[in-house]
């Protein structure tokens, strides 16, 4: 509590030394946004969109786009038009004008201003956003003022990073909160420039959200030289869409305000209503162009296009607007690293072929030098400095050009044709307009086809990295040089053939993957994105996906460790066991998962091992039907346990007829068609002739197997339908009546897998 007050007295105590000497100051009541009075203006920590100009710099830096956002609260008036843009790898810019209410000290009355702002923000790090405005404000009745206004944006905790702000291309616009799960902001507003005529004040805010898409809790406190402000308020979401929000100030019912927030792919549109002002706000706000994840794909394309253009510096401009969006992609962090290694290889390049093309001059060797000079103009075609030394040795050259064109000439006629046209290509190489070289070389080139190699073993090197496209591209190309080349055409049907598998693959895994997001299946959804990265590794959709949806896996299993615990310690050990079974499907190096399995594995042990002295107890002392009673219930958990098997046989066998007659209708009688065949053959063993109970086995066997068929039946109906409770009710009912149904099992184990999933994972 001490600490608390300390801390608004040192700020109370700033804001004085800056406003010393002034008085009957007025103050703007900050009542805009229809959010804001829906909130009690306690959303200061939550605004990501142009509104954050008035009182909120740092939050621009949440948005990756562009936005336009107006508000009105005063009859065919709007009270506010804001502009925001984000520059990639620069920050966000902002620009709007508001028409505020204020209230004045030295009358006590409301009266209006008129405010220009202008603002950036830009992130410092993951975690901390900061921004600066500058307002000008034309208070009604009081001369013109210039104001400053910077604000903090922090997010303390460890797993909420600014920049997860697009999880995918189907997010709707605008949220009333942030992804990070709590913010906390602070601000200094209306500090003047000059002569102080606006109350500055500093404010501070944060949200808590309670669950991941649960109740949100704002806070903000605003502390002037006149006045304090406590809001609180809450969030509520109703709809994927739709948001309710509440909020109050200063502790008073009075003071207090409602409001909804609808949300699409790229407009958002507020209501509220402020019981003190006794008025309706709205606010709309719309994206303009792009979509953040839009225009990060296209900077990613951009940049990997220059990348294998070998334009590395416009490349590496691309990659690092990409980077102002996703800063995490390892993957382009990486091509990032690579491209500053090439420009920073191109600049040591490029002075030292300046250094030999010096060298060159001062021998006089001034084709070598030219040739020199052109390529450093390849690498960088506004060097200067090359192009002037061009200028410089144009007359020595054209005399060494002219020699090295008879030189040509006179190989070309010996037949030394790789002389020849090294000779003629460099002289195209410093004067493309050649027409005799170039009429030679043309001529040197019907001998061998060097352009067709070169293109074979681009597209055979493309080929092997399973880049079927670019492959394609190669041997097509190769092929136009040499129709005849065997090989390209081999491998150009291969190209083809991988191209369009691995297209309709891909294809088809992403719809089953998408289908699986949308019933929340997000593992099945994970293992089929995994699958599309096997096929094509720079599948941009799947590896997007991937990243997304690795946090939620990981809790799911988190959730299912705990819930297979739970039913260990409460001692449901076959559920247990089921479900240790289901998440060492989809983790199998969890210890958990092996540890508990092995636990129960020994709890089954011990119980068989009881069971069974239970039973030769009951045996020694000649309890035959108790003793097999035991002997089906160890049987029931080991059914290959051939001891047991072998002493219930000699029990069954000792068992009086008229006990293995009685249990056998009982058994009968109550439909369990399976034992009772079990005691009715013992039975028959003794009485082979006895047409009775070759009568009764018969009718067993008869409606056993119309009661498994029947109760089968639904439960693979039940299963199609996705209904996987009444599924393992029905197959209990086929394995209790017949335990040896192997279908039956089969699709049991199936069933408890797909409802673990649903309960525990989703």
């Known amino acids: 509590m001490k600490t608390k007050l300390a801390f608004r007295i040192a700020i109370l105590s700033l804001l004085s030394s800056v406003c010393t000497g002034y008085s009957q100051i007025p103050y703007p009541q900050d009542k805009i946004s229809a959010r804001a009075i829906g909130l009690g203006n ?48 620069i920050g966000s810019f902002s620009l709007s004008f508001t028409r505020l209410p204020f209230v004045s000290d030295t009358f006590g009355s409301t009266s209006s201003i008129n405010r220009w702002s202008f603002a950036y923000g830009r992130g410092v790090s993951n975690k901390i956003l900061a921004g600066a405005g500058v307002h000008w404000n034309r208070p009604a009745g009081m001369a013109n003022s210039l104001t400053f206004s910077a604000s903090l944006l922090a997010f303390p905790g460890a797993n909420y990073e600014i920049q997860h702000l697009f999880a995918s291309s189907k997010s709707l616009f605008n949220n009333v909160i942030l992804p990070q799960k709590f913010a906390i902001a602070f601000a200094i507003q209306d500090v003047p420039f000059s002569k102080k005529m606006l109350d500055p004040s500093f404010q501070i805010g944060s949200y808590y959200r309670l669950s991941e898409s649960g109740t949100t809790l704002f806070s903000s406190m605003r502390i002037s030289e006149n006045d304090q402000n406590i809001g609180i308020g809450a969030s509520i979401p109703l709809k994927h869409y739709i948001d309710f929000f509440a909020g109050i100030e200063r502790f008073e019912i009075k003071k207090s305000a409602i409001g909804a927030s609808f949300r699409f792919p790229r407009q958002s549109i507020d209501f509220s209503y402020s019981f003190a002002e006794k008025a309706f706000f709205l606010d709309f706000s719309t994206r303009i162009g792009k979509s953040p994840l839009q225009r990060a794909r296209i900077y990613r394309e951009q940049g990997i296009y220059y990348a294998r253009q070998r334009e590395h510096e416009k490349a590496l401009k691309q990659i690092k607007k990409y980077l102002s969006y996703v800063p995490e992609d390892t993957e382009s962090l990486i091509l990032q690293n690579w491209l500053l290694s090439r420009v920073e290889e191109k600049d040591t390049q490029i002075n030292q072929l300046l250094e030999i093309a010096s060298e060159f001059e001062e021998k006089e060797w001034y ?114 040089f040499a129709p005849g080349n065997l090989e390209a055409q081999k491998y150009l049907g291969l190209s083809r053939d991988r191209l369009n598998r691995v297209q309709n ?55 299912m460790e705990n819930r297979g615990e739970a039913y260990f310690k409460s001692g449901e050990l076959e559920r247990a066991r089921s479900l240790f079974q289901t998440l060492l499907n989809y983790d199998a190096s969890s210890n958990i998962a092996n540890t508990y399995l092995t636990r129960i594995e020994e709890a089954d042990k011990r119980q068989i091992d009881a069971l069974y002295e239970k039973g030769m107890a009951k045996f020694d002392q000649n309890k035959w039907d108790e003793a097999i009673a035991l002997f089906d219930s160890l049987l029931s958990i080991q059914s290959n346990y051939e001891l047991a098997q072998e002493k219930r046989r000699e029990a069954l066998a000792k068992s009086s007829f008229d006990e293995l007659l009685k249990t056998a209708d009982a058994f009968y009688s109550d439909g369990k068609y399976m034992k009772a065949i079990d005691y009715y053959e013992q039975v028959q063993s003794r009485v082979p002739e006895n047409e009775h109970i070759r009568l009764r086995i018969a009718e067993c066997r008869q409606k056993l197997n119309a009661f498994v068929d029947i109760h089968f039946s639904k439960a693979i109906n039940l299963y199609a339908a996705e209904d996987y409770s009444g599924a393992i009710r029905e197959l209990e009912a086929v394995l209790e009546a017949d335990p040896t149904h192997a279908g039956s099992r089969e699709y049991l184990q199936k069933a408890q897998k797909r409802l673990i999933a649903i309960e525990t994972l989703q």
């Open 505 to 559: 693959q891909t294809q088809a895994l992403l719809e089953t993957a998408q289908r699986y997001e949308k019933q929340n299946q997000i593992l099945n959804a994970y293992q089929t994105y995994k699958k599309m990265i096997a096929i094509n590794p720079e599948n941009d959709e799947a590896n997007f996906a991937l990243r997304q949806l690795t946090p939620k896996i990981n809790r799911s299993l988190k959730r």
């Open 42 to 89: 306690a959303n200061f920590s939550s605004v990501q969109n142009p509104f954050a100009t008035i009182n909120s710099p740092a939050a621009l830096a949440l948005m990756q786009d562009m936005q336009l956002s107006i508000s009105s609260f005063e009859t065919k008036r709007l009270n506010f038009v804001g502009l925001a843009n984000f520059f990639p790898d």
């Open 367 to 480: 084709i070598r030098a030219a040739l020199t000079y052109k390529h450093i103009l390849k690498l960088d075609n506004e060097n200067e400095y090359a192009h002037s030394r061009m200028s410089k040795i144009k007359s020595g050259l054209q005399n060494n050009l002219k020699r090295l064109y008879e030189l040509g000439l006179s190989e070309f006629r010996k037949g030394n044709f790789k002389t020849s046209e090294r000779a003629f290509s460099t002289i195209l190489q410093i004067q493309p307009n050649h027409q005799r070289s170039e009429q030679y070389l043309q001529r040197i080139n019907d001998y061998y086809d060097q352009s067709a190699d070169e293109l074979y073993y681009r597209g055979l090197g493309f080929y092997n990295q399973k880049r079927y496209d670019k492959a394609v591209n190669a041997f097509e190309e190769a092929l136009t």
